[in-house]
């Protein structure tokens, strides 16, 4: 498998096993992991900072350095396998485990939508603010989709930032 791959497969891998140790964590104080991990101030540095080691190993093992091009790629597929293992995470704690804490996220999000009503139905109308709160009951599927999304828009920010620091000068051709 070429580096390209491995580095970020590695790392994400490492990064997941972070999120399901939060998980267990969360589960024994009692708190709900799906709010809990959902939070950019968790996934954010989380991400950030296995994003910086995938493309920092690739940087030190590859003879001609980094490029940006290569680094972007390394992010990109960081955030994809992130995305996804994050998601058959969720997917396992909400299909495998009997838990409830998708049925409380849905009540978060669905009191926030009701707590803000008269802004919504000023910005929405009616109907739009009925159709915003009927999204608030969504199903896990749609629920776990969202958060893998959010993931994915967390490792987009990322990826050119790292891919533009970590980046070596161009050899000098002789």
């Not at 939060?22 to 954010?44: E, Q, R, T």
């Not at 999304?149 to 000098?172: H, Y």
């Amino acid at each position: 498998m070429s580096l390209l791959v491995k580095s970020p497969l590695r790392f994400s891998l490492i990064a997941i096993f972070f999120v399901v140790l939060m998980f267990f964590i969360l589960i024994f104080l009692d708190k709900n992991p799906v709010i809990y991990s959902s939070n950019i101030i968790f996934i954010g540095p989380l991400m950030a900072i296995f994003l910086f080691f995938s493309v920092k190993i690739f940087r030190d093992t590859n003879p001609d350095g980094l490029r940006f091009w290569q680094g972007f790629s390394i992010g990109i597929l960081y955030t994809i396998f992130f995305a996804a293992f994050y998601a058959i995470v969720l997917w396992a704690d909400g299909t495998l485990f009997d838990t409830n804490h998708f049925d409380e996220y849905r009540q978060l999000i669905t009191e926030k939508i009701v707590s803000g009503k008269d802004m919504l139905v000023d910005q929405m109308g009616e109907e739009g603010y009925q159709e915003y709160l009927k999204s608030g009951e969504s199903s896990n599927s749609r629920i776990i989709g969202s958060l893998a999304v959010n993931n994915v828009i967390i490792g987009i920010v990322l990826t050119p930032l790292v891919s533009l620091f970590m980046r070596t000068s161009e050899p000098k051709r002789v």
